[in-house]
T-cell receptor, first 109, second 113 residues
Framework: AQRVTQPEKLLSVFKGAPVELKCNYS??????LFWYVQYSRQRLQLLLR??SRESIKGFTADLNKGETSFHLKKPFAQEEDSAMYYC???????????FGGGTRLMVKP | EPEVTQTPSHQVTQMGQEVILRCVPI?????FYWYRQILGQKVEFLVS????????KSEIFDDQFSVERPDGSNFTLKIRSTKLEDSAMYFC???????????FGPGTRLTVL
């Protein structure tokens, strides 16, 4: 069975502080990992996926297969980063997504 | 930029009634999905659909649920006899194109009274 765990329901930081949103997964094969973001009153949007190895809006995430983690990081948080962040896993390319419970990031001025 | 659309945005129904939730996927996408999120809980996969048939479904997707692509554009989720516990946000997603990732609609909030 595949599972995604986001241990923090809420993360509150000040503007300019570093941010790390944690994500751990369990899957027996080689998963594809994603981060989705949901801004207030908007739809779920793909933020980044591990195979792209790119930085979006200053966020990066590295897949650590040894620790089965895919933590999302940003060195300097901005107020507009305040949103719900969901880590998700796909067992096979393009198949169903298994989501974590989400972490609400609040960036205070 | 093309987007997945869903109607209605909010549906209120009585327990035992049938509801149909509608989705218009992005036009060149071939894979379609329904997810739901009960208030305060995780987003959960319900079903995926490809080539006019179900390709995967979860345990939640029992005989009360069905999906259909009645024409070239709409993708519908039907719940035959709603229960109180069906109250949730229902998200449609489609996948395809160069990025080959799932794009989500804004959701339909279903309230069963």
């Amino acid at each position: 069975a595949q599972r995604v765990t986001q241990p923090e329901k809420l993360l509150s930081v000040f503007k300019g502080a570093p941010v790390e949103l944690k994500c751990n997964y369990s899957y027996s094969g080689s998963p594809e990992l994603f981060w989705y973001v949901q801004y207030s009153r908007q739809r779920l949007q793909l933020l980044l996926r591990h195979i792209s190895r790119e930085s979006i809006k200053g966020f990066t995430a590295d897949l650590n297969k040894g620790e089965t983690s895919f933590h999302l990081k940003k060195p300097f948080a901005q107020e507009e980063d305040s949103a719900m962040y969901y880590c998700a896993l796909s067992g096979l390319a393009g198949n169903m997504l298994t989501f974590g419970g989400g972490t609400r990031l609040m960036v205070k001025p | 930029e093309p987007e997945v659309t869903q109607t209605p945005s909010h549906q209120v129904t009585q327990m035992g009634q049938e509801v149909i939730l509608r989705c218009v996927p992005i036009s060149n996408h071939l894979y379609f999905y329904w997810y739901r999120q009960i208030l305060g809980q995780k987003v959960e996969f319900l079903v995926s659909f490809y080539n006019n048939e179900i390709s995967e479904k979860s345990e939640i997707f029992d005989d009360q649920f069905s999906v259909e692509r009645p024409d070239g554009s709409n993708f519908t989720l039907k719940i035959r006899s709603t229960k109180l516990e069906d109250s949730a946000m229902y998200f449609c997603a489609s996948r395809g194109g160069v990025a080959d990732t799932q794009y989500f609609g804004p959701g339909t909030r279903l309230t069963v009274l």
